[in-house]
């Protein structure tokens, strides 16, 4: 019967989330404060029932329920518990519903955070989050039934998909769930907004730590994923710009546009039409993100559904939401007003530059994505947009992008002076000219590699010197450790943001320039040098996993005839999908990776072996932890909690004069 449970409780959160998406919102224009107070007990019924539903799945995964069809196709008997729970969001339907529970979370989520709201505000925001609810509850209940009964019942699974096998798999759709969906928030606030024509500072403070959180999950999820993608596929490299990836990329590009336009709404006035713009954008990339990966449009791991129907019905559902709210924004968006002025030379005006290129840039990314498919379904012909297109158009974007985030924060608020501003940099300017010529002396064949380097040491000096300027006007007497406390976590995020975007600059530019990759055809016994090291195919032995057996091939890393490390990278066949995988030899280090992984035998004792030596590639990784660490201090800001903390304390104080009198 747990299946039939989950199932009744898609259809009560069904129920649920209409009854939250369209009465609150009615009763916030009709002044009903009976259907307003409808909102938070629908939102959390809906996410105690989603959750029933989520746990009734991952219980018939655990439990070898082979009489679900879902499970039978994505489980096993011989799979190990974890990846049986892992498998709950392994294929279509559960990741499906892995979108709606990660939905109904962070609608609980702004149910019980926004107690300090207006009651019309948060009617308004849940209900726009039940809407969507409603779409994607009748998506799965419709077309993509997890639940859905196979009779008689399988007598084993079809196994998970062997690429889902590995840690990273288990974390990175969750992380990746939780930045796709938490834009919903930051899309619901700018809706809501607009209904009630209240644009002003106060909603830019109420959406901004939602619109960060969000932000961090999804720069983690796509850490995870290329993370995932170097280790685990065999080839080395960390992004492909894969219509996959892409479809994470471009919400995160518009995501970091919208932070810092909140930014600008928030302490300016300025910029709400684009903020609200923004935030729709972003949450309307997510959703064409969700059609590209599940509608069967794509040949990728990820892309499970190969039903027309379930694109159909995307297709519908994204033109109904991206439709409707640039419907609501050109009806709205003209009486909202400009907000505060500014000069042509001002912080705001950076942020506008910066805001502007990182759009353009998702839209190069979004054109390189689509473009192939429209060709396609046109009859027009087969083309693949790959990395040259991607590095040619986007990369030329970045280059004022990071040169503009190191200048921003010097840049005065409302009106600033590009004397004072020259001033004030040209200290770190010359640092880093002097820096460009040493590198470029010993650097001289590789002047990428030097412009990078230099790039990222602009930031890095900038960064610091931002700080050292801050705390140097601190008040006088003040002890240093007092001045570092004094400093808002907003603005301690925004240079470690800075900073790990250097610290990434770094690893892209060192690893793309500096690599050196050999593939090679190796009998057991014969050495070959890549990078200064030597590795020796030592050996070679059978491996038995119990859902797969395969080769590890053991090979011996020496330099200058000192041993640095043992690699054992193994070629794996699981057995019941009959599918082969590679598990890559790594050793980590600061400044490189050595890395090896098994091709194919080509005949007995001989393989195809590729040989890496990638200098920096782990400061790729490091740069996406400190960036998402940034996002993190930027949203536990003291004035996002201290809001909480004073309403908490005003209703304290009205429940002590109710017992008084």
């Not at 639940?147 to 590995?166: I, K, M, S, V, Y």
């Not at 011996?556 to 598990?583: A, C, I, Q, S």
Request: charged share 10%; aromatic share 12%.
């Amino acid at each position: 019967m747990i299946p039939e449970i989950g199932n009744f409780a898609l259809m009560l959160a069904l129920c649920l989330a209409l009854v939250q998406g369209i009465m609150p919102i009615i009763g916030s224009f009709r002044g009903d404060q009976r259907w307003i107070a409808l909102a938070r007990p629908a939102a959390n019924g809906q996410f105690v029932f989603v959750t029933i539903a989520f746990a009734c799945l991952v219980a018939s995964f655990v439990n070898n329920d082979f009489s679900v069809a879902y499970v039978a196709q994505n489980s096993n008997s011989a799979l190990p518990i974890y990846y049986r729970v892992s498998a709950t969001w392994g294929g279509h339907e559960g990741s499906l519903l892995l979108w709606v529970q990660t939905l109904v979370l962070w609608t609980f989520a702004v149910s019980l955070f926004s107690r300090q709201l207006p009651d019309e505000t948060v009617a308004r925001v849940l209900g726009v989050m039940g809407l969507v609810s409603v779409g994607f509850l009748c998506f799965m209940l419709f077309t993509s039934n997890p639940f859905d009964r196979l009779l008689p019942a399988a007598a084993n699974g079809q196994d998970l998909n062997p690429l889902l096998q590995d840690f990273g798999m288990i974390i990175h759709p969750p992380l990746l769930y939780m930045g796709y969906v938490g834009f919903s928030v930051a899309f619901s606030f700018a809706l809501a907004a607009l209904m009630g024509g209240q644009l002003d500072a106060a909603w830019a403070r109420w959406s901004r730590p939602w619109t960060l959180v969000a932000w961090m999950f999804l720069t983690l999820g796509i850490f995870m994923g290329s993370f995932w993608a170097y280790y685990e596929l065999g080839w080395g490299g960390w992004w492909f710009w894969d219509a996959v990836e892409n479809a994470s990329f471009m919400p995160w590009l518009v995501g970091t546009a919208l932070i810092h336009s909140l930014a600008v709404t928030e302490k300016r006035g300025s910029f709400k039409n684009w903020t609200v713009l923004l935030a729709i954008i972003a949450f309307s990339l997510s959703l064409i993100g969700t059609f590209l990966v599940r509608s069967g449009v794509l040949t990728s791991v990820h892309a499970f559904a190969t039903d027309p129907r379930r694109g159909l019905f995307i297709l519908m559902f994204l033109a109904v939401v991206i439709g409707g709210s640039l419907t609501l924004f050109a009806w709205r968006a003209p009486k909202v007003g400009l907000g505060g002025r500014f000069a042509l030379f001002s912080r705001e005006s950076m942020l506008l530059v910066n805001n502007v290129l990182l759009l353009a840039a998702a839209g190069t990314v979004l054109l390189g994505t689509l473009y192939p498919l429209f060709l396609d379904a046109f009859n027009l012909g087969k083309i693949s947009v790959g990395p040259p297109y991607f590095e040619a158009v986007f990369v030329p974007l970045m280059i004022p992008v990071l040169l503009l985030l190191a200048v921003g924060p010097f840049v005065r608020w409302k009106e600033s002076s590009v004397a004072d501003l020259l001033h004030r940099l040209r200290l770190i300017a010359l640092a880093t000219l002097l820096f460009a010529v040493a590198a470029g002396l010993l650097l001289s064949s590789s002047p990428m590699v030097v412009f990078g380097v230099t790039l990222a040491v602009w930031i890095f000096l900038a960064t610091g010197s931002n700080l050292l300027e801050r705390l140097r006007h601190a008040p006088a007497g003040t002890a240093i450790w007092q001045r570092v406390r004094s400093q808002p976590r907003s603005y301690w995020g925004m240079l470690v943001a800075h900073a790990g975007i250097g610290v990434f600059v770094v690893g892209v530019t060192l690893v793309k320039g500096l690599e050196v990759s050999n593939d090679v055809t190796m009998r057991v016994g014969e050495t070959t040098s890549v990078g200064g090291y030597d590795f020796k195919f030592a050996g070679l032995k059978p491996i038995n996993g119990g859902n797969f057996t395969g080769s590890q091939g053991v090979f011996e890393v020496t330099r200058d005839g000192n041993k640095v490390v043992t690699l054992t990278p193994e070629k794996r066949l699981f057995t019941v999908r009959n599918m082969p995988m590679t598990e890559a030899g790594i050793d980590r280090g600061f400044t490189r990776d050595l890395y090896v992984s098994l091709g194919e035998p080509i005949s007995a004792g001989v393989w195809v072996v590729r040989v890496q030596h990638k200098p920096f590639v782990a400061w790729i990784w490091a740069g996406c932890l400190i960036i998402a660490f940034g996002g993190f201090l930027a949203a536990s800001d003291r004035r996002y909690r201290m809001a909480s903390r004073q309403k908490k304390l005003a209703a304290a104080r009205a429940h002590g004069a109710v017992v008084t009198s």
